[in-house]
């Protein structure tokens, strides 16, 4: 079966067709490392992460790199407040962005470039450009020259004639289209430099990318992703520098996420709206931001709120709740030879992989993968295996959807907790958001259980209203009053 993807060259799905058989040749623009990234910044990440997963899973060796922008105006500036080498700054955050990432579990990439180990090539694709007409020198300052380039604006459908009766740059005598960008700059006093033809400096921000790419994956690539926002000018510009310096076509597939937006506006720095990934996996945890993002399609906006994150908290709960049953049958049932998965709990198993590889080939259909999830959830539970200890094909077929629910649990880098500690971490949550201490639950959990014990029931009923006005849910087990806050 063939995967596409949306393009955004052609603005339509395309069939995809790597390069090299088998292979793929995978490219994402990385944060700028000069504070802690936001959620919004983590939205390619996770869903990139996927995307990879799902090519191997398809049998492609997939190359995926990821980078550090570490030479950048914002890092120099900090540096400069704080009185430190700019590397002090950019290697803070890379540190810091590492912690994030490994919290978020994802897999590594395999490639970390960051700009500051790729000076030597950036040189030489400048000196390309500059040797191929595609780019002019003006007092050290070395521009590309969109005159001379007249595929421009193929990716973001713009054209230079509109964008100049725009005007929405600033003009700049020395350069001989207003749109023309810096490929590379002479620093200020107490910058970082580095040698150049043109003299000490530093490379403007688009071509990191193209340089980056060229030598750790070639002229051509397959995947380029990033958000949005990136399509233009920085994608836009990264096509012109590839084509421009390699006279080949740079990337055959581009991707691009939505934004993470807050009440309409998108999450941005500048706008202040911010919730970065580590508050918000403290607050909450790892899983909710990835179930969080992948319930939504990466194409379409999500707007985050307190009920979308409820939302996804109560649908983990439904995930994890079923893998506690499957973990008390597995560890307190006896495993038969004579046992089989339960049939009509296999085949929906089957049908259900048929669906969700035809929506994840449709351009990553994730929200029909977590509906797939749910549905062989509600076949699991209706099979009230924890009733039928006796029964051979119980444990079996309690494996057989621990096995089903991990693979899909690999591939978005979910359902990996252990479900009894993250069923603990929920209630932390929510009674962390609802300010409540455990102690007055367990209190009135007690409370409920002895009076039940010595048959007095009004201070059972008692107990209960109060536990209910609480927001807690419960049930009355022989082990005792059982409780989960509700969501
Ligand atoms: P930056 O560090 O600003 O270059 O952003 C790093 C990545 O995060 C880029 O791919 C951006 O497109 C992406 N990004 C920034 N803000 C958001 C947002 N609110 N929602 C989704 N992606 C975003
Ligand atoms: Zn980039």
Redesign the pocket.
């Known amino acids: 079966m063939t995967i596409k993807l949306y393009n955004t060259l052609s603005n339509s799905k395309e069939t995809f067709t790597p390069l090299e058989e088998g292979k793929v040749k995978m490219y994402l623009?990385?944060?700028?490392v000069y504070d802690y990234l936001?959620i919004?910044?983590f939205?390619?990440a996770i869903f990139f992460n996927l995307v990879r997963n799902w090519l191997e899973l398809s049998g492609y060796e997939v190359t995926f790199v990821y980078n550090y922008?570490d030479v950048d105006d914002k890092i120099i500036n900090k540096a400069i407040a704080e009185g430190v080498d700019s590397t002090v700054i950019s290697e803070r955050f890379i540190a810091e962005f590492e912690k994030d990432f490994n919290r978020l579990g994802l897999k590594k990439h395999t490639h970390n470039p960051k700009v500051t180990e790729f000076m030597d090539e950036i040189v030489e694709y400048v000196a390309t450009l500059v040797k191929n007409d595609k780019a002019y020198v003006v007092d050290g300052e070395v521009f590309y020259s969109l005159d001379n380039f007249s595929d421009y604006g193929k990716l973001s459908n713009k054209n230079l004639e509109d964008l100049n009766a725009g005007q929405r740059v600033e003009v700049d005598n020395r350069k001989k289209n207003p749109y023309d960008f810096v490929l590379w700059k002479p620093s200020k006093e107490g910058e970082p430099s580095w040698d150049s033809p043109w003299g000490k400096g530093r490379p403007g921000w688009h071509i990191e990318c193209s340089a980056m790419i060229k030598s750790i994956l070639g002229n051509t690539i397959d995947i380029h992703g990033?958000?949005?926002?990136?399509i233009f000018p920085h994608h836009e510009n990264e096509i012109a520098q590839g084509e421009g310096c390699n006279c080949e076509k740079y990337c055959n597939y581009w991707m691009h996420?939505?934004?993470?937006?807050m009440k309409n506006e998108?999450?941005?720095k500048s706008l202040g709206n911010v919730i970065t990934g580590r508050a918000f996996m403290d607050q909450y945890h790892p899983e909710v931001l990835k179930f969080l993002m992948l319930s939504a399609h990466y194409r379409s906006v999500l707007t985050m709120s307190d009920d979308k994150i409820h939302q996804a908290i109560s649908g983990l709960r439904r995930v994890y709740e079923t893998l506690n049953t499957v973990e008390t049958v597995l560890s307190e049932f006896e495993q038969s030879d004579a046992g089989k998965v339960n049939k009509t709990f296999s085949q929906l198993l089957i049908q259900q992989d048929a669906k969700i590889k035809k929506s994840m080939n449709d351009d990553f259909g994730t929200g029909e993968l977590i509906a797939s999830i749910f549905e062989v959830i509600r076949a699991f539970n209706a099979l009230n295996i924890l009733k039928k200890k006796k029964d051979p094909n119980s444990w079996t077929t309690a494996n057989a959807l621990k096995e089903w629910i991990c693979r899909y649990g690999d591939m978005m880098a979910l359902f990996k907790e252990v479900p009894s500690k993250f069923l603990y971490d929920i209630d932390e949550m929510m009674l962390k958001e609802k300010k409540i201490d455990r102690a007055t639950v367990d209190a009135l959990a007690s409370k409920r259980d002895e009076a039940r014990a010595n048959k007095d029931w009004e201070s059972a009923d008692q107990a209960r209203d109060e536990l209910h006005a609480l927001g807690i849910d419960f049930q009355d087990t022989p082990d005792g009053v059982k409780w989960n806050v509700k969501v």
């Open positions: 623009c990385g944060p700028t936001h919004g910044n939205r390619g922008t990033g958000g949005i926002d990136l996420n939505e934004f993470i937006n998108k999450m941005s």
